[in-house]
């Protein structure tokens, strides 16, 4: 199941929408090394990008929240460290084992479920969140 960059995901921020074209395409291609038999191959770059990419972007998100008074920005911190513990129990799990089969799949799981559960939902919400802020901060036509 390949996903689709959709414009409503934009928040509008060109640093965070970078970040997460960028996932995007990293999970695409890791379904598709999957179908070609490469997934194993694959898994391992993916994982020391994510543990970076947790790292500087929740980072800039947070910054952001708190800059532009997001109401719902403790329940989204509280996302962003959910991901950062799995992710770290996850390449503990792949420092112990190797690259297992089983791990590349729950990899793959757990990265679809970050992109629908967080990513299509909660960024998307502040995103919403920015673009209403922009339009009511801007000035009635002719006033
Ligand atoms: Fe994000
Ligand atoms: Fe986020």
Known sequence: ?????RSDLETGIAAVDADHREIIRRFNALLTA???????DEVKGLIS????????HFRDEEKLHEETGYPDAAVHR???????DKLRELNAKFSQQGTPVYLVVRTNRFLAEWLFDHIYEKDREFGDFLRKKKTAGRPEPGA
């Open 1 to 5: 199941m390949w996903i689709n960059w």
């Open 34 to 40: 999957c179908e070609q038999g490469r997934g194993r």
């Open 49 to 56: 990008y994510l543990e970076n990419y947790a790292g500087t």
């Open 78 to 84: 509280e996302q962003h460290r959910t991901f950062t």
